[in-house]
C-alpha cells in the first residue's frame, strides 16, 4: 500500500485520541511551514495526517457542480478543512462534524476572509449519496452552496472511497449490516426513506485544517467534540495569515 510519510503507525490511534488543538504562535516554535504553534496532544503517531504533515493530494468529483476536485488547485491560495461523513448517518456524528465546518463558514463570511478558506466534505457511501441527496443534505444542515468555498464529494464507488481514504488518510472504511449494528448496540429508530436503515458505518470522526501552502496545522480526531469556537479560532488565524 502506497501511504504517505505521514503514516507512522498501522494502530488505531487516531480514531480513538482525544481532540487536539491549542492556538499557536508564529515564529520558531512550530513546525516548520505552519502557522501555529504544536497542538496540546501529540498525534505524530497517529494514522492519519496530523501536525506538520503534508495534505493528502486527491481529486474527487462534485456531483452537485459537475466539477473534478483536486486538492493541489487550492494550494498557495486557501486553507482547507477536510472531513468524511455520510448523509444516512443515524446517530448525530456527520452532522455534528457538518455544523462544524459550516460554522467556519459562517464565521469566515461574517469576517470577509471566505474566499480564503474551502471546505471539503467527503462521503464514502456514494451509492446512497447521489447529488440531489447532498444538496438537500446541505439545504437541512445550513450550508450555503452559494458561497464558493464549500463542496460535497463523491467517489466514483464505494470501493474507490474506501481506498482513497485508506491509502491517503489512514482511515478504514467498512460496512456493517444494519442487524450486525443492532447486535452490539440497541436499536435507536433511525430510519432511511426506505425504511429500516441496511447498512451503516463506524464514525471516524476526524476533521483536518491544512493551511495554504497545504501543510496540516490541526488534526481534530474527535471531531464530533471538537469545541466549535477553538476550531473557528484556529481556521480564522490559519485562514488569514
Known amino acids: ?104 463558514q459562517e464565521a469566515a463570511s461574517e469576517e470577509e476572509y471566505s474566499d480564503r478558506i474551502m471546505s471539503l466534505a467527503i462521503t464514502f457511501d456514494p451509492e446512497r449519496d447521489t447529488a440531489e441527496t447532498l444538496h438537500e443534505y446541505a439545504g437541512q444542515q445550513g450550508v450555503n452552496l452559494d458561497a464558493s468555498n464549500w463542496h460535497f464529494l463523491r467517489p466514483e464507488s464505494y470501493e474507490r472511497g474506501q481506498e482513497l481514504l485508506d491509502e491517503k488518510f489512514g482511515l478504514v472504511i467498512e460496512k456493517i449490516s444494519a442487524d450486525e449494528h443492532d447486535d452490539e448496540h440497541e436499536n435507536d429508530g433511525h430510519d432511511d426513506e426506505h425504511g429500516t436503515l441496511e447498512y451503516q458505518f463506524p464514525h471516524y470522526g476526524l476533521i483536518l485544517l491544512a493551511n495554504k501552502q497545504g501543510i496540516v496545522e490541526r488534526a481534530y480526531p474527535r471531531g464530533p467534540q471538537t469545541d466549535i469556537e477553538r476550531l473557528v479560532n484556529d481556521v480564522e488565524r490559519v485562514a488569514t495569515t
Open 1 to 104: 500500500m502506497d501511504r504517505r510519510t505521514f503514516c507512522k503507525s498501522t494502530g488505531a490511534i487516531g480514531a480513538t485520541i482525544g481532540t487536539a488543538g491549542c492556538l499557536g504562535v508564529l515564529g520558531n516554535e512550530g513546525a516548520e511551514g505552519t502557522v501555529l504553534g504544536p497542538p496540546e496532544q501529540d498525534l505524530s503517531e497517529a494514522v492519519h495526517p496530523s501536525y506538520g504533515d503534508e495534505m493528502p493530494h486527491f481529486t474527487v468529483p462534485d456531483p452537485i457542480t459537475n466539477e473534478e476536485i483536486s486538492i493541489s488547485e487550492y494550494e498557495g491560495e486557501r486553507a482547507i478543512l477536510w472531513t468524511s461523513f455520510y448523509t444516512n448517518c443515524p446517530d448525530g456524528v456527520c452532522p455534528a462534524l457538518i455544523l462544524r465546518l459550516r460554522r467556519a
